[in-house]
Nanobody, 122 residues
Framework: QVQLVESGGGLVQAGGSLRLSCAAS????????MGWFRQAPGKEREFVAA????????DYADSVKARFTISRDNAKNTMYLQMNNLKPDDTAVYYC???????????????WGQGTQVTVSS
């Protein structure tokens, strides 16, 4: 497993932007698929975006396509989520996850961070 720490969350007005970071420990970061998930109060955790270990493959939830961009820097053991045109519905705790296999299903991911709060005001 890898240890993951998210940062970059905060309070932003609708239409604003935030960039989340996920720092990973371990020498094998480059061999892990990485993903972002979120969980709003009273709702189940849901998929947001995923990126393969090379960065060549990415997937997004329909609700964030064209607004969010996932990326990674294997030299820095860090993954990012650029979030633009944020909406109140994007309010949630955002988690990063890592797994040797690529998946968009919440249950498939092995390692999780502690989460970072994103709040979008209207």
């Amino acid at each position: 497993q890898v240890q993951l720490v998210e940062s970059g969350g905060g309070l932003v007005q609708a239409g604003g932007s935030l960039r989340l970071s996920c720092a990973a420990s371990g020498r094998t970061f480059g061999s892990y698929a990485m993903g972002w998930f979120r969980q709003a109060p009273g709702k189940e955790r849901e998929f947001v975006a995923a990126i393969s270990w090379t960065g060549r493959r990415t997937d997004y939830a329909d609700s964030v396509k064209a607004r969010f961009t996932i990326s990674r820097d294997n030299a820095k053991n860090t993954m990012y989520l650029q979030m633009n045109n944020l909406k109140p519905d994007d309010t949630a705790v955002y988690y990063c996850a890592a797994d040797p296999r690529y998946s968009t299903a919440v249950a498939d991911w092995e390692s999780w961070g502690q989460g970072t709060q994103v709040t979008v005001s209207s």
